[in-house]
């Protein structure tokens, strides 16, 4: 069946650093990916997404690109800020599986310090 | 505004009372979904609909039951609860197609004692 396995947290990073969190899926078919971020007390909101190979979803300065070759999607941002700190959730929807749903990673937090 | 609406946000209960977690949306969205998140684990599917009165399992569906007569709205039902039910539920919903994001609520904390 479909997986997302993505970077074990937490992360801790400090203010204006770099972030890589590593996302690798496999699925059936031709899937779409997500990063979903979850602000703390809040629901899970998206993030970016991509459609097809080579698409790069960006926003908030936050960018990842969809790998066919080596079946990540992997976020990454050039300079984090405190209000940066969440939850991170990589996740596919496969409709060439037959079905409209989610398959999520199980998460990575982020700190950001000062 | 378009949201997903979840009540309520706390909720503390006893073994064996049954309560109702309602879910609603305003987005004319035919999926909708339960989740379940604990630390560890990440978000696992409870139940699922993908249109009125067509409702699924997910990953997780023991001790829980969904309805879907009407569009807007899917409530979680827990008939009796039990303590490893204890967790933060989500509700979401969307569109039908391929590249639709899902739309979370902003969570129910169940507190089963």
């Known amino acids: 069946g479909d997986s997302v396995t993505q970077m074990e947290g937490p992360v801790t990073l400090s203010e204006e650093a770099c972030l890589t969190i590593?996302?690798?899926?496999?699925?059936?078919?031709?899937?779409?990916l997500f990063w979903y971020v979850q602000y703390p007390g809040e629901g899970l909101q998206l993030l970016l997404k991509a459609t097809k190979a080579d698409d790069k979803g960006s926003n908030k300065g936050f960018e990842a690109t969809y790998r066919k070759e080596t079946t990540s999607f992997h976020l990454e941002k050039g300079s984090v800020q405190v209000s940066d700190s969440a939850v991170y959730f990589c996740?596919?929807?496969?409709?060439?599986?037959?079905?409209?749903?989610?398959?999520f990673g199980k998460g990575t937090k982020l700190s950001v310090i000062p | 505004e378009a949201q997903v609406t979840q009540n309520p946000r706390y909720l503390i209960t006893v073994t064996g009372k049954k309560l109702t977690v309602t879910c609603s949306q305003n987005m004319n969205h035919e999926y909708m979904s339960w989740y379940r998140q604990d630390p560890g684990l990440g978000l696992r599917q409870i139940y699922y609909?993908?249109?009125?009165?067509?409702?699924d399992k997910g990953d997780v569906p023991e001790g829980y039951k969904v309805s879907r007569k009407e569009k807007r709205n899917f409530p979680l039902i827990l008939e009796s609860p039990s303590p490893n039910q204890t967790s933060l539920y989500f509700c979401?919903?969307?569109?039908?197609?391929?590249?639709?994001?899902?739309?979370f609520g902003n969570g129910t904390r169940l507190t089963v004692t």
């Open positions: 609909s993908m249109n009125v009165e067509v409702t």
């Open positions: 590593n996302c690798t899926y496999t699925a059936t078919g031709y899937p779409s």
């Open positions: 996740a596919l929807k496969d409709s060439g599986a037959g079905s409209y749903q989610l398959t």
């Open positions: 979401a919903s969307s569109l039908l197609g391929d590249n639709s994001p899902l739309h």
